[in-house]
């Protein structure tokens, strides 16, 4: 198995995460440092990854980029990412960059030659005839990925960035971007580094078809993060189970990054209706295939509404306590519960391709093994408000997490109760 078939992502929004303020600065200021003081945090929780949100030089929030090769001043200087990074490592950390390379912040050297110069700049073919912008934000300039130049800025860019000791890169705005294009840039820093990780930022389509043609490891599994919420939410169990037979499509060609939350999209915690399916929720995203991610904050049931505004951002992109334990509910039973099911997700790290099979399915109870060759588990939800009798393929099922009553072929769950076996 690679490194990435082992890795559990711990993914904050930097800006955020320090308390930055909204526009650029000029004068550095060393907030990363602030980060690294969570490095014991995320390994005790269990996690062995550490996707970090935008750190590059930018206008505002991060995706508006203004210099890839240049570290936001707001976050400190190369020296404070570099230590981070070296940090991490020496904790068994692997460290994931967000590059953002669909569009560009109208400060961008590039396009600020193009506004100034217009045809003459040399740049010009960096960016569409019309100069067009990013899903109607003004600021945000789409680059014109039929340009070889762009393939070489983006290649130097990963490569300068891998060759400082990270180990793969979230793409953002992938489904954006034409797969060729990528695929051309992924081989190129491939041939140096063979052992990078792509994942791409992708939210409808085909994504077999997409991680084949862009030569990406994984993307964002946004299918299922939505059908594990809406199930829970509309006591629809068969959504779920509908969504995880197509993810185990996917899982034929690839390991999908498999997530709760994220730094897009309202905090879990806030967006279930019922607080006894964050256990729910967790469990699934524990046991079933793919890479799994947690946005910082979600292990203390944060929450937070993602609005359509200017700021509208800002409730999922909190800023952090300087120290763990200064965050309320550090230590209570949901951090616990992280810790218990990411332990599970780690004692099993087979479970990265494993397939869901569907043995129980009602409404409000699900029954499924999880499985890749001779290994097994199985899994057992009930949202009811009764307790829930549920089957499993015969065996002799021992009760490794959560609470039910398991016989050779099945299990009695209690209401809104939940539990994992192995046989």
């Known amino acids: 198995m690679r490194w990435p078939d082992h890795v559990i992502w ?39 990854g550490l996707a970090l949100g935008p750190v590059f030089a930018s206008e505002t929030h991060g995706y508006d980029t203004v210099d890839h090769f240049r570290v936001d001043p707001r976050l400190g200087g190369e020296d404070d990412l570099r230590r981070l990074i070296d940090d991490a490592a020496r904790k068994g950390v692997r460290v994931l960059l967000d590059g953002v390379f669909n569009h560009v912040g109208r400060g961008f050297g590039p396009f600020a030659d193009v506004a100034a110069k217009g045809d003459a700049s040399p740049y010009r073919k960096w960016f569409h005839d019309d100069l067009r912008t990013f899903e109607g934000h003004d600021r945000l300039v ?57 994942v791409g930022e992708v939210i409808h389509g085909d994504y077999a078809s997409l991680v084949r043609q862009s030569g990406f490891d994984s993307v964002t599994q946004y299918e299922l993060w939505k059908a594990i919420w809406s199930s829970l939410n509309d006591r629809n169990f068969f959504e779920l189970a509908h969504a995880l037979d197509r993810h185990n499509g996917m899982l034929a060609t690839f390991a999908p ?88 997700r780690r004692r099993h790290p087979w479970l990265v391709r494993a397939q869901t099979t569907a043995e129980t399915l009602t409404n409000t109870a699900f029954s499924y093994t999880v499985g890749d060759g001779q290994e097994r588990l199985g899994v057992v939800l009930n949202t009811g408000e009764e307790p829930a009798k549920v089957g499993l393929p015969a065996a002799g099922w021992t009760c490794a997490a959560g609470d039910a009553a398991f016989t050779a072929d099945g299990a009695v769950v209690p209401p809104a109760g939940w539990a994992i076996a192995e046989p």
């Open 10 to 48: 711990w993914h904050a929004y930097p800006l955020g995460f320090v308390g930055a303020e909204r526009a650029a600065a000029t004068a550095p200021e060393p907030r990363l440092g602030r980060i690294g003081d969570w490095l014991d945090h995320l390994v005790g929780l269990g996690c062995n």
């Open 257 to 344: 990054q498999t997530f709760l939350g994220n730094h897009d999209v309202t905090r879990i915690a806030t967006r279930l209706t019922d607080r006894r399916d964050l256990a729910h929720a967790l469990v699934v995203l524990m046991t079933v295939g793919g890479v799994p991610s947690v946005y910082a904050g979600d292990e203390f049931a944060f929450e937070g509404v993602k609005e359509e505004r200017e700021g509208g951002d800002d409730a999922i992109r909190p800023e952090f306590p300087p120290h763990p334990g200064d965050v309320p509910g550090h230590g209570d039973v949901h951090h616990r519960l992280y810790q218990d099911l990411i332990g599970v």
């Open 142 to 198: 789409t680059l014109n990925h039929a340009e070889p130049e762009v393939a070489d800025y983006v290649t130097e860019v990963m490569t300068h960035w891998l060759e400082r000791g990270i180990d793969g890169w979230r793409l953002d705005a992938a489904y954006a971007v034409p797969p060729e294009f990528w695929h051309t840039v992924t081989d190129r820093v491939r041939a140096r580094f063979p052992d990078a990780w792509f």
